[in-house]
Every structure is written in C-alpha cells, then in structure tokens.
C-alpha cells in the first residue's frame, strides 16, 4: 500500500508488540514450571499444557498440583505465617512497596505474557490490567503502614487460601494477595489452568522483593487442585469464578467456620435512557463488551435501551461494531483479540447458535485463525430469554428496550446476580433515583467497568459476597483483635419432649405485625426450672416460615426509611421496654430462675446503642484516581433470618433485631428455643412501638426445623445463627442454593463487644456507586 491509498483506506498497518523478553522468559525456565512453594519453585511434575489461545502455540508445561502439593504449601505458609504477621506494619508496607516497584520495572514483560497466555489485546494488558494490579500493591503498601494505628482492633486471619479464574490474571492475583499480606497473612494461590504464567512471574518478583520464604505461594492445577486447597487447613478462602464452582466451595466448607469471599458471576444490566449522552454510552460498551472479548465478570452484557432511542443506539452500535479490529492480541492496534480457550469458544459459539430468539447481528469480518469469536448483538429478545438470564461469558451482547425508569429498575433486577450496574443519564435526579434501587454491588453512572484499590467490589444475591478493595476489603482478611467473649456454648435443646400439645389458644406468633396463630395447630408447653407450666409458645413450621419471609419481603418501604426514623423507633422500642421492666424481669427470673432485672437493663441500653447507630455508621467517598468519586454507601442486605442465643433470651432476641432493623433489614426471628415465652411478651412492645408490619416478625417453634426452612428459601438474604453450633453445617450447605450471607456467632451477649461494627457490617451490605465529580 502507498502513502496515498493509506490515506484514502485509512488503513492501520500492523504494530505487533515484541514477545522476545516474555519468551525469553520462558526459555530461562525451559518452558516448563513446578509449583511456588517456601520461596522457590518446585521441580517442574506431571500436568497440562498453557498454550497461546490466539494461535495455538505451546507456551510452556504447567505442573498438575496434587493434595500433597497443597499440604506442602499451606505448611509453609502457615509456618511464616506468625513471624510475617509479628513484622511492624511499615516493614509489611516496605514489602508492598516493592512489589508494587518490580511490577512496574517489569511492565511490559508481565504485559506481553498476560496477553501470550490470555489472549487478550496488548492494549488492555498494557492500559488495564498491568496498571491496576500496581495500584493494588502501592495502595495496600500504604494499608499495611496504616493498619496498625487505623484498624488496631483487627488482627490477621492466619493463612488465606485463594483461587482466582482466568479472565484477569495477574490482576485477580493482585486483588487477594495485597489485601491479605498487608494484614500479616500469608497465601496459597491456585492461578487459573489457562493462564498460569503471570503469577509464576510473580512468584519470581517475591524473590527478588526478598519476600520472607513462604508468605506467597503457588499451587498450579485445574479444578481437582482447586478443591484440594478448599479442603486444605486454611483460615480464609477467597474465590473467583463462576457461581456454580462457587456453591460447591460453599457447601464443601459448610460448618468449617472459614470466612468466606466469592466473587461469582454476573449478567449486569447497562441501562441507557434517552437523555443520556448516546456516543459516550456506545463507547462505555464497546470498551466493556468488546475490547475484552466479553470475558468481564460485570461487564455490562444485558443492554436495556430506552424504546424512543433504541433504534438510533442499535445503528451506532452497529456502526461501531463494523469498525472494530480483530486478530493477533500482540498488535497494539487491535481491539478484540482471543478467546481464552476452545473449550470457552465452544460454549460461546453453542450458546448464540442455539439460541432462536430476537435478531443477531454480526459485522461482516474474517476471522482470524484460532480462538476467535466475531463481536456479536442480539436485539428484541425477551427479558426471559434464555440469553438474558444467563452468563455468556463472550463478546455477545443482549438487548431489550424498556418506556419508564420504573421498568428499567424492574428489568435490570430481573436476574439472579447482583454484581454490577451501569446506568446513562444526563439528568442527575434520574440518575440519583435509579442508582439505589439497581440490585447490584456496584453501580456506575455516566461510565462503566471502573475499578480502583480503593473502591470496594463485589456482588450481592447470586454474585456472591464480601468486597475486595478499600478498607471494607481489609476486613475480610481479618478478625477482631479482641473477639467477644465466648458464651458457654449451649446443650442442644431437648424440649419437653413428646409431641406438641394441640393449640392452645394464647399461643400466638408474631407475622405482618399482627399476632398470629401457627398453621401446625400445634403449641409447645414450657416449663419453668422447677417443672411449673408457664405457658404456651406456637410450633412452627415451614409455612409459618414462610409467611413470616413473604410479609418481611413486602416490607421494602423500611429500607428506604431515613436512618432517623429508624433511631427513633429503636429508641422508643427501648422506653416500651423500659416501662415494662419489672415485668420482664419477673418473666425471666420465672423462665431460668435466674434474676433477670441486668438483663432487662443490659437490653434496654442495647437498643439505644442500636439506636445510635442508626444514624452514625457512615459510608465513604473513596479518593479513586479518576474524574470522579465512589460512593461506599451501607445498605441493608434485605430479609435476614436469625435464630436467637438460649444463654439471656431478652437480650439475645434484641441482639438480633437491634442491628438488623437499625440497618434497614426486615428479620424473621426465632427466640431462643428454651425460653421463647420471653418474645411473646415482647410481641406488646412491638405492638406499641410504631414497628411498621413486617419488619420484625417472630416465629416460635424448634431451631432445627425452623433454620432448614430458612436456609433454604430463596428470599432469605442473610441468616444469622446464634442458636447452636451444631445448626451452622446444615445451614451452610443449605444456604449455598442462592448463596446467601450467614454469620454464625456465640457470644457471652452481655459483652459490650458484641454491640459493635461486627454486628453492623453482618447487617449491612457495601454498594459502590462511582458518580463523575470533580475537574
Ligand atoms: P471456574 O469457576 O470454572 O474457575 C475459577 C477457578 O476455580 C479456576 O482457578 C479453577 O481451576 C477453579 N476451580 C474449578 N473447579 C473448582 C472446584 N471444584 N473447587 C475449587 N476450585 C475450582 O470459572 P472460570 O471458567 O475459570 O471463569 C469464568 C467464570 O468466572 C465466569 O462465570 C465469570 O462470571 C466468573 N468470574 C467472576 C468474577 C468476579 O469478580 N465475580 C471475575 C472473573 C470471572
């Protein structure tokens, strides 16, 4: 081609990045790795070949890790673990500092080899990913200086076991291994089976950071190494991946007491109403559906258009679409590059070809040779379609239109994930409105896919919990220093044995505000110590449950009270107790035989500091290194179960409710099952204290039944377990089906440490909603 048919066709001329130093990289380790494990690698064993996904050539031999492997590791890691954790948080953030430092000495090599292995374009590599996993490791060098003087009342969890999928590399890699090392934990990685290579450089910068022996180490492996280093004695696991893997990881550690993060799947709505600024938003998605071949857990891949610019939209998209490169990801002048493997081509290619609804669109390109997959929209599918609902995991994005903001909130939360959101508007009330009400961990306004170290990230229903990034991602890489004290860990509860006596008629629960009988029929006697029969309480069952979770869900409007309507109601909660005090008392000295009149008083003075909260546990605008702000808002996590202490009934029952309801959660309660007689008389304070219907509700009757039925059902958010230890395995296995939040705790509940942030953060949810602000 001559200058003036370049400057007639316009035409980009090929600009390959040189792969010379990542192969010599390679070479240098004869194409062929062991394990990472106390600080050197092991001798390369039996595995599977990484091969460059854009050609199909061999890249190198990555070793198989079996169980022994993993013991190995987690032994090492565990045996550095206390004198890492004893180092001064500057010496932690010297660490950090330098691996921060030796990621941006090796740039370009860590760039080319994440492209080699990917198969993503150099320009995201180069751009994206490499950038941001150094951001990562300085912010977390500053977090590890910090750590000690902000957050002296966490410690560290010991060692964290962390499995990361193949989509972000080096940058998944940064993700959990920064946050963990800098509250003095040590790591044992399983990289992806695809893309094994950038964490393997890794393991070589930690040797040239001088990095103690056995802080960082790598177990390779497919899926079988995965769940070897889930059933290995680790203190933390941090997954992620796809939800299923992630369910499995769920019900694999039910009962260990592991604290858990997963990061899972999404299906994130991109809603572009008609004000909104059309060319930045075509680009937004181009950037996020494209130039990553789809491979982004929150990429936007469920566009809903506004029905008034649908058209116009769909034919600037298109346009858009016709102009983007494809081919060889090393050219720096490519747009899309490989999909990471055959297989994941295969499920791509299946899932479009099989798919009979809506119009596909797809530019007129050659494809290159190799794991290529051509950009692709499908229009006027139903919000239904099977395509709508479920991850592809591609370049294939999805639309449907919508007429009203309202139907635009409706069609995006109409799905099972919650990971991410994106929405266009040139109108800040609009947008303002629609951004809290999207179910979704992050939201971004006028942008998408923004990441930062210091922005929080991670999904709520089905996309998993916990966050990663800023402080609320320390959290999950620690304990409190100080843990509450133990309560005496309760017997299980005999009852009083027999059958449930029929109804009888004072046996009420307390549902939708009202007094209500229990569907069994059935009551349970209970006695007092020495045999004497006070009373009735209902036995519940599952559709008690359940009609307790459905006025619980309908009660929305108490999420979006204001947090002084909240404090004013707990307040007043605790007056209504106050004046009923003797009462109470009286109540719980007849129940236990013990003298009730502290625990009264203990639990008045908890509902006021629940009350103080409600108004006091601030968010934050996180300093993200762009133009613009996030916002790490608490929100209530929705329809929390908890099933309350036996040791001090009254108390354990507002330890319960106080900070759910503080939050804006709605709770279905179960009161200690020897003594539920207490939330019977609590019933009138309820009554009495403008608690709008549904949002307490308490339902008596045995935990063992009771906690099955709320595991299990599917609009339970969170369940709190405070009963027994025994309850936490099969209510973790059983909360895996739409992997909800729990929290098992048995604490002495006259601790003043139990009415703190933990409490607090178990009842809320973090959403980072990123709003340009700023110059
Ligand atoms: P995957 O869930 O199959 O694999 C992820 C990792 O888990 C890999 O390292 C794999 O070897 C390992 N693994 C597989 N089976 C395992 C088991 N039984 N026990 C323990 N570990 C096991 O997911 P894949 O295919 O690698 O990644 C794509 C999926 O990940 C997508 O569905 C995507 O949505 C999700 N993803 C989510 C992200 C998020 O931040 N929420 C980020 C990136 C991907």
């Given amino acids: 081609m001559n200058v003036p048919e370049i400057f ?21 380790h004869k194409a062929k790795f062991g394990h990472f494990i106390d600080g050197a690698f092991t001798k390369p064993a039996k595995g599977f070949p990484t091969k460059n996904p854009a050609n199909g050539a061999h890249l190198a031999a990555i070793s198989q890790g079996t169980d022994k492997d993993v013991t190995a590791a987690v032994k090492a890691a565990r045996k550095a673990q206390p004198k890492w ?7 932690r953030a010297r660490y950090l500092y330098a691996l921060a430092r030796l990621l941006q000495k090796h740039a370009r090599l860590f760039a080319v080899l994440e492209t080699l292995d990917n198969g993503k374009p150099i320009r995201e590599s180069r751009d994206i ?12 060098a500053g977090m590890a200086q910090l750590a000690p003087t902000e957050l002296p009342d966490r410690a560290p969890l010991g060692v964290a076991g962390q499995i990361i999928p193949w989509n972000f590399p080096l940058l998944m890699l940064a993700w959990k291994v920064a946050p963990a090392l800098a509250m003095g934990n040590t790591v044992v990685l399983k990289p992806a089976e695809y893309t094994s290579l950038t964490a393997l450089l890794f393991a070589e910068i930690t040797q040239e950071a001088g990095l103690p022996a056995g802080v960082f180490n790598i177990v390779t492996g497919d899926g079988a190494t995965g769940e070897a280093l889930v059933g290995a004695e680790v203190d933390k696991l941090a997954f992620t991946g796809s939800t299923a893997v992630g369910r499995r990881i769920r019900e694999a550690t039910a009962g260990r007491s592991i604290p858990l993060t997963l990061e899972l799947g999404g299906k994130s709505p991109y809603i572009v109403f008609e004000d909104a600024d059309i060319d930045s938003a ?8 494209w130039f990553n071949q789809g491979q982004v857990c929150c990429a936007g891949s469920r566009l809903l258009v506004q029905e008034g610019i649908a058209d116009t939209f769909h034919t600037k998209l298109k346009a858009r679409m016709d102009g983007l490169r494809i081919g060889d990801p090393l050219d720096k002048c490519i747009d899309v590059g490989a999909i990471v493997d055959p297989a994941q081509l295969k499920t791509i290619t299946d899932m479009v070809a099989n798919n009979t609804e809506g119009e596909t669109y797809q530019p007129a390109t050659t494809l290159p040779e190799g794991c290529f997959y051509p950009p692709t929209l499908i229009t006027g599918l139903a919000p239904s379609a099977r395509l709508m609902q479920e991850e592809i995991f591609g370049p294939v994005l999805v639309s449907c239109t919508f007429r009203t903001p309202e139907e635009a909130i409706a069609l995006a939360n109409n799905t099972r994930y919650g990971l991410a959101a994106t929405l266009w508007s040139e109108n800040i009330n609009l ?52 843990p509450a004290k133990p309560g005496k860990t309760p017997a299980p509860f005999e009852g009083d044995g027999g059958p449930a006596d029929p109804l009888d008629r004072t046996a009420k629960m307390f549902i939708g505000g009202k007094q209500a009988r229990p569907d069994s029929g059935y009551s349970t006697a209970i006695h007092g110590p020495k045999g004497d029969l006070l009373g009735h309480v209902g036995t519940g069952s599952r559709k008690d449950i359940r009609n307790a979770v459905e006025a619980a869900a309908k009660a929305t409007g108490w999420a979006k009270s204001s947090a002084h309507l909240r404090a004013q109601i707990l307040f007043y909660l605790a007056e209504n107790l106050s004046a009923r005090a003797d009462e109470f008392a009286n109540r719980i000295k007849a129940l236990t035989g013990k003298s009730g009149a502290s625990e009264v008083e203990a639990s008045i003075s908890r509902l006021f500091a629940y009350a103080a909260w409600a108004d006091k546990l601030d968010g934050a605008a996180k300093p993200v290194p762009m133009r613009g702000t ?18 001090q009934p009254l108390l354990g029952l507002v330890s319960a409710i106080g900070p759910a309801v503080a939050m804006g959660n709605r709770i279905v309660a179960c009161p200690s099952e020897p003594f539920p007689l207490i939330a019977t008389d609590f019933y ?18 045995p935990h063992a039944d009771l906690a099955k039925t709320l595991s299990e059902h599917m609009e339970v958010d969170s369940l709190w377990n405070f009963s027994s230890p025994d309850l936490t395995a099969p209510i973790e296995k059983a909360a895996a089906g739409n992997l909800k939040r729990t929290l098992s705790l048995f604490p002495d509940w006259t601790d003043p440490a139990t009415e703190g942030r933990e409490m607090l953060a178990a009842a809320t949810e973090i959403k980072t909603v990123w709003i340009p602000y700023g110059v």
Wanted: hydrophobic share 45%; aromatic share 8%.
């Fill in 8 to 28: 007639d066709s316009l035409a980009y001329g090929p600009a390959p990045e040189s792969a010379a130093e990542a192969q010599a990289w390679l070479e240098k």
């Fill in 85 to 91: 954790a004893a180092l001064t948080g500057h010496q």
């Fill in 129 to 140: 990913d490499i950038p941001l996993a150094q951001r990562h490791f300085y912010y977390h």
């Fill in 282 to 289: 075509v680009e937004g998605l181009v950037d996020a559906i």
């Fill in 431 to 482: 947008a303002l409105h629609v951004a809290p009400q999207l179910a979704a961990g992050v939201v971004w306004v006028n942008g998408t896919n923004m990441f930062d170290a210091a922005a929080g990230f991670g999904g709520v229903r089905e996309s998993g919990f916990g966050r990663e990034g800023g402080w609320e991602g320390l959290l999950a890489y620690s304990r409190p220093a100080k």
């Fill in 630 to 647: 996030a916002l790490a808002l608490n929100e209530p996590c929705g329809v929390i179960g908890a099933l309350c202490s036996p040791a």
């Fill in 684 to 701: 009138q304070i309820l009554d009495t204290s403008d608690v709008p219907p549904g949002v307490v509700n308490i339902v008596t009757g």
